[in-house]
Nanobody
Framework: EVQLVESGGGLVQAGGSLRLSCVAS????????MGWFRQAPGKEREGVAY????????YYADSVKGRFTITRDSAKLTVSLQMNNLKPDDTAVYYC???????????????????WGQGTQVTVSS
C-alpha cells in the first residue's frame, strides 16, 4: 500500500517560514515525480512545485518562485518544501503527490499524479 504522509504545517505570520515534509512508503521512490499542491477554500487545487524523477530538477509556479524550495532525499524517501517569506495568499491545505511517468512541463497538472497525501494546513496571518 502506498502512503504519503505530510507534516510541518501550522500558523505563521506574514514574512515567516515553514518547512513541509512528506514521507513516502510502498512505492519505488526514485521512479516517481514528487509534487506539492495546495488548495485554498473555494479554489481549485494548484501545483506549487515538483521535482521530476527523470532529471531531478525542481520546477515552480511563478507565484512561489524565489520563495519556495523543493528537495527530495531518496535515502529517507522524503520530499520537502521549504517556504520562506510567506504571504497570506499562501494560506491553503498543502498536499504531497507522487506520479509515475510525468513528462517535463506537466508536473503541475493534478491528473498526472497517482498518489496523494492527506494534506497539511498552512495558515499565514497578515
Amino acid at each position: 500500500e502506498v502512503q504519503l504522509v505530510e507534516s510541518g504545517g501550522g500558523l505563521v505570520q506574514a514574512g515567516g517560514s515553514l518547512r513541509l515534509s512528506c514521507v513516502a512508503s510502498g512505492l519505488g521512490f526514485e521512479d516517481f515525480t514528487m509534487g506539492w499542491f495546495r488548495q485554498a477554500p473555494g479554489k481549485e487545487r494548484e501545483g506549487v512545485a515538483y521535482i521530476l524523477s527523470s532529471d531531478g530538477n525542481p520546477y515552480y509556479a511563478d507565484s512561489v518562485k524565489g520563495r519556495f524550495t523543493i528537495t527530495r532525499d531518496s535515502a529517507k524517501l522524503t520530499v520537502s518544501l521549504q517556504m520562506n517569506n510567506l504571504k497570506p495568499d499562501d494560506t491553503a491545505v498543502y498536499y504531497c503527490a507522487a506520479g509515475w511517468g510525468i513528462h517535463p512541463g506537466r508536473g503541475r497538472i493534478r491528473e498526472e499524479y497517482d498518489y496523494w497525501g492527506q494534506g497539511t494546513q498552512v495558515t499565514v496571518s497578515s
